[in-house]
């Protein structure tokens, strides 16, 4: 069993920044792909930012030069450190990763964490 908990969500102002944190532990040979994920209300979840083992990067558009994503693999953990955030930014941040459980790929979701941006 794998378990995938998020945190450093919270309420700042717009310009703020915050620094997202994802923790996976349990039956992990390795972590191929981890990613975040924002929903906003009444919208679907989508990539915010993903990151590969080797350290590839994608953004969303909407972010990119504002977010970074980062990865420790010795520790299965991910960041996402956001700058310059706006209202838009709103919404649910989830953290996906794609793990290889002793040969077997399966897709874990965390529970998400609340980012809301507002004066």
């Known amino acids: 069993q794998v378990q995938v908990v998020e945190s450093g969500g919270g309420l700042v102002q717009p310009g703020g920044s915050l620094r997202l944190s994802c923790a996976a532990s349990g039956n992990i040979v390795s972590i191929i792909f981890m990613g975040w994920y924002g929903q906003a209300p009444g919208k679907q979840r989508e990539l915010v930012a993903g990151i590969t083992n080797s350290g590839r990067t994608n953004y969303a558009d909407s972010v990119k030069g504002r977010f970074t994503i980062s990865r420790d693999n010795a520790k299965n953990m991910m960041y996402l450190q956001m700058n310059s955030l706006k209202p838009e930014d709103t919404a649910v941040y989830y953290c996906?990763?794609?793990?290889?459980?002793?040969?077997?790929?399966?897709?874990?979701w965390g529970q998400g964490t609340q980012v809301t941006v507002s004066s």
């Open positions: 996906y990763c794609n793990v290889n459980r002793d040969g077997e790929l399966v897709g874990v």
